[in-house]
């Protein structure tokens, strides 16, 4: 998953898409990179822009960084296994917060090196983490380019 945003295929079919409608470019790029540039994106939209396209992730170290440790590690638990956790709707905050499996971990090493710290949680555990970039509900249009309802891209979570 660290390659997803410099992913070939993911790219080819980014553009293929955004070939056709080509008057949504942004909106769509700016969905794309939300799971396959996590880290890219969240940080865009903390700094208040409301785009996160393909160009401007390729200028960004963040963007090209995939899903690293800390989009995973990071992500909260107050909304996992709802509706809005879905479709790329984890929640990082900006508490610099590590989550991991264990109780009581050595916090200080991680503060001292890169400013995280680490700190139990059982959701590490449990497949609703996954489940945030790993259900995805895809919007379709009518003819008249208005979105006619929601197609059941990947659903492994919800089948299981
Ligand atoms: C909700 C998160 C999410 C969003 C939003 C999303 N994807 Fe994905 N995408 C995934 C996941 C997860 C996979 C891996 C699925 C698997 O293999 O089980 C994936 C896989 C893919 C693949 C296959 C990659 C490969 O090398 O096999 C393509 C192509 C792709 N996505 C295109 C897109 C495009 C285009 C968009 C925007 C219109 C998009 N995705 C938006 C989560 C997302
Ligand atoms: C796709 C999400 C994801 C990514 C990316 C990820 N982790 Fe994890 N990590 C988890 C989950 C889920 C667990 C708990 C699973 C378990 O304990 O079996 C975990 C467990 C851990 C643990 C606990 C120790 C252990 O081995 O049980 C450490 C340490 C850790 N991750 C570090 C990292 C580092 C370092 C990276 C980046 C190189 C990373 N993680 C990337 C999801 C992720
Ligand atoms: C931030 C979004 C995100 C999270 C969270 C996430 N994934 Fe993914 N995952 C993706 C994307 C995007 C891809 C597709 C990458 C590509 O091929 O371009 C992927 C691909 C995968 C694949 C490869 C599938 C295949 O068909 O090759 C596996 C396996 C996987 N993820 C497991 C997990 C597990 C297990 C977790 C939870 C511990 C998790 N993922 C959490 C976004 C995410």
């Not at 898409?17 to 396959?36: G, L, N, Q, S, Y």
């Not at 879905?86 to 590590?98: A, C, E, F, L, Q």
């Not at 008249?144 to 990947?154: C, K, L, P, V």
């Amino acid at each position: 998953m660290a390659n997803s945003s410099k992913d070939p295929l993911w790219q080819a079919v980014v553009s293929e898409e955004t070939h056709r409608f080509p008057a949504m470019k942004d909106d769509i790029e700016t969905i794309c990179t939300r799971c396959h540039a996590p880290m890219g994106n969240t940080q865009a939209k903390k700094d208040g822009l409301t785009t996160y396209t393909i160009s401007q992730m390729r200028l960004d170290p963040l963007g090209k960084d995939g899903i690293s440790c800390a989009t995973c590690h990071q992500i909260d638990p107050q909304n996992l296994g709802t509706q809005t956790s879905y479709n790329g709707g984890y929640k990082i905050d900006t508490t610099r917060v590590i989550y991991g499996p264990y109780q009581n971990p050595l916090t200080q090493p991680m503060i001292n090196f890169v400013n995280f710290r680490t700190q139990y949680s059982p959701h590490v555990n449990n497949s609703e983490l996954c489940a945030t970039c790993h259900t995805l509900f895809t919007p379709y249009f009518d003819d008249n380019n208005q979105i006619a309802g929601y197609f059941s891209e990947q659903t492994p979570y919800i089948e299981k």
